[in-house]
């Protein structure tokens, strides 16, 4: 009885099967990549109808940054717009004021990819309307970045590891001097995956949530499964149920 009536409640199940059967409770759930793969679609712009803005998401690494613009409709439908990865040393930045093209580097690359248009249908242009950037790494520098294009809603973000932070929290001031100055968004990073797993799992196009992907080159079987390349994970911690995330296998980049 305890059991049926712990259906479609997480927290009453969990504390069923750990009391009652005496057993770990570990719910898993995880995206397939096939079917991911399955709704890739050629768009008939590069901007496709639906589509009300621009958003870019940036991640910082060593030798690269890579880049992709999403487009986001009615009730949280988003089209895959584009993936770039920029090559260059990340921890070299262009002087203020050189305007020598030879000596551009990957964080000119990256203001120049997030200032052009997208081309939507009857020759309407599409820009980014604000880029998340992750400053989890090289913060001081992704700092200085925000800091000379602040103008243009170009924002560094910084991850939150506690489980019950909401997506977007409440921007702070951060940097040490007058260069690096600017806004900081923290993300709750359980939240975010959460978010996007659900999105992941919806399958019906134009239903609430939907993901669109367009038939490009970058979007290949391995997109796929760095995509799909964690498990979720269901707990409850003092009444209140979350969700962990660990990858589905040792070599797997997420």
């Known amino acids: 009885t ?7 409640n997480i927290a009453k199940l969990e504390a069923v099967t750990n009391t009652i059967f005496g057993e770990p409770w570990k719910p898993v759930e995880n995206v397939n990549y096939e079917s991911l793969a399955m709704q890739t679609e050629i768009y008939p712009a590069e ?14 690494q060593k030798y690269r940054i890579e880049v992709e613009i999403v487009g986001w409709g009615l ?14 040393d990340t921890g070299v930045e262009a002087e203020d004021g050189d305007d020598d093209g030879d000596l551009t580097n990957v964080w000119d690359d990256l203001a ?3 200032s052009s248009t997208f081309a939507g249908l009857d020759d309407k242009a599409f820009r980014i309307q604000c880029a998340a950037i992750d400053s989890g790494y090289l913060a001081t520098v992704v700092y200085r970045f925000c800091h000379k294009h ?3 809603r170009w924002f560094p973000i910084k991850g939150q590891s506690d489980p019950f932070k909401p997506i977007i929290s409440k921007a702070t001031k951060v940097g040490r001097n007058q260069r690096e100055v600017c806004r900081m ?26 993901c669109h992907f367009p038939d490009k080159p970058h979007y290949d079987e391995d997109h796929w499964k760095q995509l799909s390349s964690e498990r979720m ?15 589905v296998g040792p070599n797997v980049r997420n």
Not at 2 to 8: K, M, T
Not at 75 to 88: F, T
């Open 2 to 8: 305890n059991f049926l009536d712990a259906q479609g």
């Open 47 to 60: 901007v496709p109808p639906g589509v009300i803005l621009l958003t870019a998401g940036v991640d910082i």
């Open 75 to 88: 009730h949280g439908e988003s089209w895959s717009i584009d993936y770039r990865v920029l090559e260059g």
């Open 112 to 114: 120049a990819y997030l």
């Open 150 to 152: 602040r103008n243009k």
């Open 185 to 210: 968004f923290p993300v709750g990073v359980t939240a975010a995956k959460d978010a996007v797993f659900a999105a992941l799992r919806v399958v019906k196009p134009g239903a609430n949530n939907y």
């Open 233 to 247: 994970k269901t707990h409850t911690r003092g009444g209140r149920t979350f969700h962990s995330y660990e990858k």
